[in-house]
């Protein structure tokens, strides 16, 4: 399938030109053009981001490349749900985090990247999709959309989600698309379809070179998505960051209760890592 996203990843002046970075594929990485767009609502969007302590990931480390899926309709609601959140925000720290993951990845996967789907959410869009998923039971919908009333580590700033593509610009094949919700996605049962073939040696070894750069600057996977990592839990984020509740800035400290964490966002590590 082929997808073309328009990524703004930098703002270089408060000038009208504003570089772009287009990313067109199909399972392939390309970089091409410039365009226009209102540089004074870019600046207001990252001085509002900034005051939270949040900082444009590029900004710390312009190797990663991005994919901001939600800036585009290419995600599993079909329709854009970012509008002035276009490009990718995380808190400094964290975004410190996956820069050493992004050097790590390089030393031993010479020329491969980090290509991340998404950064800081805004609760009010982590609402949209958890509306979206009315189908399943409350119970079960926190596996896919954490349960914006408790929110999201995604809405603190500290969460990613992400792939790798190699030295070619070819995204790995992970054996499930991203927001992918079929059993098939989830860590934790790699060994089953293992067995069964229909996940390949080669798809479960490019996701455990993805746990791998990851768990090396500390961020871990959670049992049903094998693209997102937190980089703390849910509760510690709430502790150390303010919620962003939505695309305008608003933002508020929404501090989680130790105890009320869900698995959803727990650390997760699958029995099937000892697979060879």
Known sequence: MKWSWILILFLSSCDTEIPYKVIVYDDKIEEVSVTTIDSNLLLKVENIMTSIGLVELISIDSTVKIDLKYGTSGNFMGVQLYDTLTRLFLQKNVAIRLSKSQRYLDSISPGYSLLVYDGVRPRQVQQEMWDALDSIPVNSRGKFVSNPRNGSVHNFGAAVDLTIVDANGDILDMGAEYDDFREIAFPKY?????KSGELTKQQ????KLLRRVM???????????WWHFNAYSRNKASHKYQMLLTE?????????????DSSSDSLTKPAQDAIN
């Open 248 to 260: 305008s800035g608003e933002s508020m400290w929404f501090k989680i209760p130790f105890k009320t």
């Open 215 to 225: 768990k090396y600057s500390s961020f871990y996977n959670i049992p049903s998505e």
């Open 190 to 194: 790699e060994a089953r379809f293992l």
């Open 204 to 207: 479960y070894q490019n996701r």
